[in-house]
């Protein structure tokens, strides 16, 4: 979807899974940063029946940030801090390798914070919440971490789950050049952090997904070991895809 501030808003519908289904169309979104909407943005996000909003970010960022303007549009909000600190803030190493880097990243992401994302997924799996998008900063990370997993979940093959984490890659590219105009020390953040934090190298993705089949045999063991039941992932399936 197209928005005036928000650059990586997108449906996860469309995609053919294993069993012959496909993910439903306009029901599950991933996303950018909502708290940059504009009012036209926000309402266009009720227009196409957003009822559920999980932000991803960590606490800092919501507290000098924002959120989805909630008070003003209805919706549901949750609150789910994937990391305790950005790459900006955090301990990161100096790995200068693009797919080395993100690897290290989402592994790490993986063993801090399994947890969180069963948490988002069973949010997801509710009653009364679909449509519903989840979000990061840059809808790279964090939020393409937990779009593999429910894309796993539902069948989805993993080159199509790489390549959807590949289109943030012009997502980004339209977020800096927006910046440049409309925000400019947004702007100024990415071009003084490195190129690596913004990358989205559909490699990093099916190497992390490797390692879940390697590890537990399929991702659906991985959730499974997390705690996300089976009730929950037949939820899903039932919610997120049409024959």
Same mark, same amino acid.
């Given at each position: 979807?197209?928005?005036?501030?928000?650059?990586?808003?997108? &449906?996860?519908?469309?995609?053919?899974?294993?069993?012959?289904?496909?993910?439903?169309?306009?029901?599950?979104?991933?996303?950018?940063?909502?708290?940059?909407?504009?009012?036209?943005?926000?309402?266009?996000?009720?227009?196409?029946?957003?009822?559920?909003?999980?932000?991803?970010?960590?606490?800092?960022?919501?507290?000098?940030?924002?959120?989805?303007?909630?008070?003003?549009?209805?919706?549901?909000?949750?609150? /789910?801090?994937?990391?305790?600190?950005?790459?900006?803030?955090?301990?990161?190493?100096?790995?200068? &390798?693009?797919?080395?880097?993100?690897?290290?990243?989402?592994?790490?992401?993986?063993?801090?914070?399994?947890?969180?994302?069963?948490?988002?997924?069973?949010?997801?799996?509710?009653?009364?919440?679909?449509?519903? !998008?989840?979000?990061?900063?840059?809808?790279? &990370?964090?939020?393409?971490?937990?779009?593999?997993? !429910?894309?796993?979940?539902?069948?989805?093959?993993?080159?199509?789950?790489?390549?959807?984490?590949?289109?943030?890659?012009?997502?980004?590219?339209? +977020?800096?050049?927006?910046?440049?105009?409309?925000?400019?020390?947004?702007?100024?953040?990415?071009?003084?952090?490195?190129?690596?934090?913004?990358?989205? &190298?559909?490699?990093?993705?099916?190497?992390?997904?490797?390692?879940?089949?390697?590890?537990?045999?399929? !991702?659906?063991?991985?959730?499974?070991?997390?705690?996300?039941?089976?009730?929950?992932?037949?939820? /899903?399936?039932?919610?997120? +895809? !049409?024959?």
């Amino acid at each position: 979807m197209k928005l005036e501030a928000v650059h990586n808003f997108r &449906d996860l519908g469309g995609y053919p899974t294993n069993s012959g289904q496909m993910t439903k169309w306009r029901t599950l979104y991933r996303a950018d940063g909502l708290y940059r909407l504009t009012p036209s943005d926000a309402q266009a996000a009720i227009d196409i029946g957003v009822r559920t909003v999980i932000d991803l970010r960590t606490h800092k960022e919501v507290e000098t940030r924002g959120t989805f303007p909630v008070e003003k549009f209805p919706v549901k909000f949750h609150h /789910l801090s994937i990391i305790d600190a950005t790459w900006n803030d955090g301990d990161t190493p100096e790995i200068e &390798d693009v797919v080395e880097f993100l690897v290290w990243a989402y592994r790490h992401m993986i063993a801090n914070a399994a947890p969180k994302f069963a948490d988002a997924i069973e949010i997801i799996a509710s009653t009364d919440v679909l449509p519903l !998008v989840f979000h990061c900063a840059a809808g790279k &990370d964090r939020t393409g971490v937990l779009a593999a997993l !429910v894309l796993s979940i539902l069948g989805v093959q993993e080159e199509i789950i790489s390549a959807d984490y590949g289109l943030t890659e012009s997502a980004m590219k339209r +977020l800096i050049k927006w910046a440049e105009v409309s925000q400019p020390d947004l702007a100024t953040a990415y071009a003084n952090m490195p190129a690596r934090f913004a990358a989205a &190298d559909p490699r990093a993705m099916a190497i992390i997904l490797n390692d879940l089949n390697t590890k537990y045999g399929s !991702v659906q063991n991985f959730v499974r070991e997390i705690g996300v039941s089976d009730e929950t992932t037949n939820t /899903l399936r039932k919610s997120l +895809l !049409v024959n």
